[in-house]
């Protein structure tokens, strides 16, 4: 994906950006390059690939939650800052916990966050399970089946917040075995299924909240 189809895309997604905006994503490629070769952050390094499967695919959270008018946002298990370091990028306005229990991707993330001028945002050395806090929406991409990674976030969704999987092929995962059991304690309120421009693999945003408040 080239930049000129990064933005066209984000624009069939509601997302604008600016040119200093554009030029923190091209620094943060920078920082993601160097610091893959001291510690395991990705095993994609190819800019347009980086571009289409990292900074696109993380800003595709905006086609479930309205994004400029949310004020916390957390993302567990964060890695190498996908979808969080994206998202506060392309919407200044939230303020972002970053949570990972790495403590190297922790360095890295200071790190960026330093070189990108970014405020309002923070990462945090823990384990999603061991964490406290309450935001408006939770998030955590490509980390753990799903069954258990409620147990990782739930408790970290406000009481009108919500969670949002960012997954790939969500069908072998969310069974409708599994679907009835979370849906037993939390509320699936959406599944957004499509695919990445281009490739076309398969994503998935499953949208849950407490159930008191549906």
Same mark, same amino acid.
């Given at each position: ?5 990064? $933005?066209? !895309? ?10 200093? &905006?554009?030029? &923190? ?10 610091? @893959? &070769? ?17 900074? #696109?695919?993380? $800003?595709? $959270? @905006? ?19 996908? %979808? ?7 919407? %200044? *306005? ?5 949570v990972d229990s790495l403590q190297k991707?922790? @360095? #890295?993330? *200071?790190?960026?966050?330093?070189? $990108? ?10 384990? +999603?399970?061991?964490?406290? +806090? ?16 409620? @147990? ?8 009108? +917040? ?14 409708? !075995? ?6 037993k304690k939390y509320k699936i309120i ?17 949208v849950m909240k407490h159930k008191q408040?549906?």
């Open positions: 994906m080239t930049r000129e189809e990064f $933005l066209i !895309e984000l624009e069939k997604i509601n997302i604008s950006l600016t040119d200093e &905006q554009l030029e &923190q994503l091209e620094l943060f490629y920078k920082l993601l390059v160097e610091w @893959n &070769q001291k510690i395991n952050l990705t095993r994609i390094v190819d800019k347009e690939e980086v571009y289409l499967k990292h900074f #696109y695919d993380s $800003l595709t $959270l @905006n086609k479930v939650v309205d994004l400029k008018n949310t004020k916390t946002l957390c993302d567990i298990g964060t890695g190498a800052g996908f %979808p969080g370091i994206v998202l506060k990028i392309a919407f %200044p *306005n939230l303020k972002i916990t970053l991707r922790i @360095n #890295y993330l *200071n790190e960026v966050i330093k070189e $990108l001028n970014l405020s309002n945002i923070e990462a945090i050395h823990v384990r +999603g399970e061991d964490f406290k +806090g309450s935001f408006d929406v939770v998030t955590s991409r490509a980390v753990a089946n799903i069954e258990k990674l409620v @147990n990782y976030t739930m408790h970290l969704v406000s009481k009108d +917040g919500v969670f949002v999987a960012m997954k790939g092929d969500i069908d072998n995962e969310l069974t409708p !075995e599994v679907e009835k059991k979370l849906n959406k599944i957004d299924k499509f695919l990445l421009p281009k490739e076309t693999s398969k994503r998935s945003l499953v408040v549906i």
